[in-house]
């Protein structure tokens, strides 16, 4: 991170949450998060203090398992990692988007065969309203849905592609490539800037990504933490 304001994409849930998903947030204190049945992403101040770290707790519940993407410090007292992947973060550098003709709309109405796709492929958290976070495009083949991609976070001036997932029957024809450009068209024609994450290890990914025209803007980690069931008491 170079000296200065933090970039929006360096917490961007917490940009999100503040920004153009504001409608979404659930709040205790500085702690931001999704309706549970939104997202499971939420939002920590850059530098969280105790009462920080205690407000997570009241919102999760005890025993609750929280992500903490990109969280770097250390864990408070009782606390425990659960999961831990080292990640990358890619924005657009130079992408040739287009719009696809076979590409359709996803709704509400998509959603059980969108879980029932998610579940096959396992691209990430998909829940029941994640749909309403952006717009989501899927390819058809003899009506099934076979391929899909989508908007997830949205901090000001950029949105993430998420959800990118294709049948194992039709792999190798194109069709996330596809679908990941329709979709940063889509962001582009707004003014705004595609990015997205990865893991470090899904190096086939990666190469892909960059090629289309992203490039690495930084490394993270993908982690999560259980509340502890019982909290110190707090000190007056």
């Known amino acids: ?62 025993g609750a398992e929280v992500p903490l993407t990109a969280y770097a410090g250390q864990l408070p007292e009782g606390w425990e990692i659960t999961f831990h992947v080292e990640g990358v973060q890619l924005v657009d550098d130079g992408l040739t988007t287009a719009p696809d003709p076979e ?8 959603v059980p065969e969108i879980l029932d796709l998610i579940e096959r492929t396992r691209p990430g958290p998909f829940l029941p309203r994640t749909i309403e976070m952006g717009t989501y495009l899927g390819i058809r083949r003899d009506g099934a849905l076979v391929a899909m991609a989508g908007e997830r976070l949205h901090p000001p001036g950029w949105t993430e592609i998420s959800a990118v997932c294709t049948d194992a029957a039709v792999r190798g024809q194109g069709l996330a490539t596809r679908l990941v450009l329709a979709v940063a068209h889509g962001i582009r024609e707004r003014g705004e800037t595609p990015f997205l994450h990865t893991g470090a290890k899904n190096a086939g ?22 509340v502890p069931e019982r909290l110190p008491e707090a000190v007056s």
Do not use: C, Q
Not at 205 to 226: N, V
């Open 205 to 226: 990914a990666i190469r892909l990504y960059e090629s289309l025209g992203f490039r690495l803007r930084r490394t993270t980690a993908f982690l999560a933490a259980r």
């Open 1 to 62: 991170m170079t000296a200065g304001a933090p970039h929006v994409l360096d917490n961007p849930a917490l940009a999100s949450l503040t920004g153009p998903h504001a409608h979404f947030a659930e709040k205790r204190g500085r702690v931001l998060r999704y309706p549970v049945d939104v997202s499971p992403w939420l939002a920590m101040p850059d530098a969280p203090d105790a009462g920080d770290w205690a407000d997570l707790a009241a919102l999760a519940g005890p």
């Open 103 to 110: 590409a359709v709309r996803l709704g509400p109405d998509d």
